[in-house]
């Protein structure tokens, strides 16, 4: 299976998570306040593409970051 736009899409949630000035470790803790069961180890995994993301999450990541969906995904 091929894992490239995972990778991808990782990459662009890692760019606006960093351009928000947030550590792993405070986003997961704020996706878990929103009812998202991510871990800061399960959010590295996304961010490297060894992970998919479910909708939902997309949902409250965009929402936590304050961007569209055109930002998160490639």
Do not use: N, W
Not at 2 to 17: K, L
Not at 18 to 30: D, K
């Amino acid at each position: 299976m091929d894992y490239s736009y995972d990778r991808e899409v990782g990459q662009c949630i890692r760019a606006v998570r960093e351009q928000r000035g947030l550590t792993q470790e405070q986003l997961a803790a704020r996706l878990q306040t929103r009812g998202c069961d991510i871990t800061r180890s399960a959010l590295a995994k996304i961010e490297a593409g060894q992970r998919h993301i479910y909708l939902f999450e997309l949902r409250v990541l965009r929402e936590i970051l304050g961007v569209s969906y055109e930002k998160l995904l490639p």
